[in-house]
């Protein structure tokens, strides 16, 4: 078990949604949060949010500019040390018949939600190796798992989650650092609220408990990809 009192989490895209209750869920046992998104606005709101539950440093940042999130991983490592727990959670959502997609949008949509994960896991996981220790946790979907219609590249991106998260544990679980892949259903969030105005689904803070429970015990999980039901 780790000592959550003692960790470093490192958020991306922690300013709404499940970011945001996945920041409040560590900050409520202790842990130091540092988070990135790229909305000035809701960026300094959230900060003052989460203050109240603990030790938490925002910075804006977009992650599909690896030296960005360079410079953001090494402030985060300046104020709080080394980092315990990567969780990647940043993304977008395209959604609509596949043939009528903007070019534009599918570009921002891989960008995003697969470079973002690559670019933020490249640059923590150094030091996580170097220690012998870490935990990087993907938000990825149950749209990684299965297709959908009118989400093509939405679950194209969520799939490459996936495969990333199952390839790189097995490549680095044994020098002591484990990789997820959180896969949750439908979860009320504003992206859920753009695809389907009238969908429900569970609460933010049901995923943030699942990714705290595998920051703190991963050897009790024996895959890399985890759902959420």
């Not at 599909?64 to 410079?71: A, G």
């Not at 939600?113 to 490249?122: A, D, I, P, S």
């Given at each position: 078990m780790v000592d959550e009192r003692a960790l470093t989490v490192l958020i991306t895209g922690a300013s709404r949604g499940i970011g945001f209750a996945t920041a409040q869920a560590f900050l409520a046992r202790g842990a130091?949060?540092?988070?990135?998104?790229?909305?000035?606005?809701?960026?300094?709101?959230?900060?003052r949010e989460l203050a109240a539950f603990g030790e938490v440093w925002a910075q804006l940042a977009d992650v599909?500019?690896?030296?960005?999130?360079?410079?953001f991983v090494s402030a985060a490592c300046e104020r709080f040390g080394d980092i315990d727990v990567l969780i990647n959670n940043a993304g977008v959502l395209c959604s609509g018949p596949f043939a009528?997609?903007?070019?534009?949008?599918?570009?921002?949509?891989?960008?995003?939600?697969?470079?973002?994960?690559?670019?933020?896991?490249?640059a923590v996981l150094p030091t996580m190796l170097a220690r012998g220790s870490g935990v990087v946790i993907n938000i990825a979907s149950g749209a990684g798992l299965g297709g959908?219609?009118?989400?093509?590249?939405?679950?194209?991106?969520?799939?490459?989650?996936?495969?990333?998260?199952?390839?790189?544990?097995?490549?680095?679980?044994?020098?002591?650092?484990?990789?997820?892949?959180?896969c949750p259903g439908s979860t009320e969030t504003e992206m859920l609220r753009q695809y389907s105005p009238a969908a429900r689904g569970?609460?933010?803070?049901?995923?943030?408990?699942?990714?705290?429970?595998?920051?703190?015990?991963?050897?009790?999980?024996?895959?890399?990809?985890?759902t959420v039901p």
């Open positions: 130091r949060v540092a988070y990135c998104a790229r909305d000035p606005g809701r960026l300094a709101e959230s900060e599909r500019t690896f030296d960005t999130v360079s410079e009528q997609e903007d070019p534009n949008s599918l570009a921002e949509l891989i960008d995003v939600n697969v470079k973002g994960v690559l670019h933020m896991t490249r959908f219609a009118d989400l093509a590249a939405y679950c194209a991106s969520k799939f490459a989650v996936v495969g990333f998260s199952e390839s790189l544990d097995l490549e680095v679980t044994r020098q002591g650092v484990r990789v997820f892949a959180l569970m609460a933010p803070e049901s995923v943030a408990e699942r990714a705290v429970q595998l920051a703190l015990h991963p050897s009790r999980y024996r895959v890399s990809c985890v």
